[in-house]
Structure formats: structure tokens, C-alpha cells
């Protein structure tokens, strides 16, 4: 059981149709990010997940805006095709030459993996469902969590405790909220 001293205020649950995540695998040449479908994907079970988008468009088109922040190559990570002059954003300076060799491989990955921090989905720290449970004088609020997912919510005055939200699947601004809390309740 874990105690909240935070009330989770407003939990809003949506179901989403498709689900997208990046799957960062690490071969001998360095780690890619690879598009799969979420659902299919143990969301909070499987390591090196980050983000989660309802299409492959969403998906890319932050991963594209994240690349150019960070300056990473576009080629390296699958979305631009390399030439033997390395990709476009090197000739316009938005690459610092991964794909030609003049940034160690090692070293943009590592710069990857900093620029996806903020998405990433962590592994569930628990092998059991937990209870966050939040209390107000009589008035008790029992969220069942599990993989970061919301199993259900029963409130109610003690001793009469009763359902009133269902699990809805994995979401990502849920993911957040419990991220945080059960962080903070662990330090
Ligand atoms: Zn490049």
C-alpha cells in the first residue's frame, strides 16, 4: 500500500484507439529507435520505451522536432536517408556528423538517450497491484494500480467504500501523475 500525501486531483481517463511507442534497440553499431505499436507492447513491463502517440505520424513528428532540438542525426535515427556526404542536416549544420564519423556513434546515442529522458516509460517498480489511498477525515479514496495503469478507483466513506472508475488502458498523462507520485513517495 502506498500512502498519498498529494491529493491526484482530476484523473482524466480516455481510452486511446492505437497506441505508438519508440523502442530504443541497441545493436553492434549503436541503439535506433524503432516505431511499434503500444499495444501489442507491454507498456511498464518492456525497458527503453519512450513516448507514447495515437499515430506513426505524432510519433515521428517528435521525435523529428526532438532530433533538431538536440541537433541528433536524422539519418541515424531512420528518418532521412544517408549519402556519402552524411545526411542534409549536416550540410546544414542541425547534425554534428554521426553519420560521417566525426561525432563518436557512442556519444550520440548517449545524447539521444538524454533528449528522450522526459518521454520515457519506465518499468513498473512493483511486482504487485498497489493501493494509493487518500484520506480525509472519514472520506476515503483508494486508487488500485498496477503498470501504471489505473485498475479502478473506490471511494466512499470508510466502511462503505464503493467503485466509481474502471481501468481504461495505458496513459501516458496518467503514467505521469503516478510516475511522480510513487517517486516522491519513494524518496
Ligand atoms: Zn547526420
Known amino acids: 500500500m502506498i500512502k498519498v500525501h498529494n491529493p491526484l486531483f482530476n484523473i482524466r481517463l480516455r481510452r486511446v484507439r492505437s497506441l505508438y511507442t519508440w523502442q530504443l534497440i541497441t545493436d553492434r553499431k549503436g541503439c535506433t529507435p524503432h516505431l511499434i505499436n ?3 507492447t ?3 513491463i518492456t525497458p527503453d520505451l519512450y513516448g507514447v502517440y495515437s499515430s506513426r505520424q505524432a510519433a515521428t513528428q517528435q521525435l523529428r522536432e526532438l ?3 538536440h541537433k541528433l542525426c536524422l ?3 531512420g528518418l532521412e536517408k544517408i549519402n556519402t556526404r552524411g545526411c542534409f542536416g549536416l550540410q546544414i549544420r542541425q547534425c554534428m556528423g554521426a553519420c560521417v564519423g566525426k561525432e563518436e556513434r557512442s556519444q550520440h ?3 539521444l538517450q538524454q533528449a528522450l529522458e522526459d518521454v520515457q516509460i519506465h518499468v513498473w517498480p512493483h511486482d504487485a497491484i498497489h493501493e494509493l489511498v487518500q484520506q480525509q477525515n472519514d472520506w476515503v479514496q483508494k486508487q488500485r494500480v498496477h503498470n501504471w495503469q489505473y485498475l479502478g478507483t473506490h471511494c466512499g466513506r470508510s466502511g462503505e467504500i464503493k467503485p466509481l472508475l474502471k481501468n481504461k488502458g495505458f496513459d501516458f498523462y496518467v503514467y505521469k501523475i503516478l510516475y511522480c507520485t510513487i ?3 519513494n524518496n
Open 183 to 185: 517517486k516522491e513517495t
Open 42 to 44: 507491454q507498456l511498464g
Open 38 to 40: 503500444g499495444q501489442n
Open 75 to 77: 539519418g541515424l535515427l
Open 67 to 69: 532530433a533538431q532540438k
Open 109 to 111: 546515442d548517449a545524447r
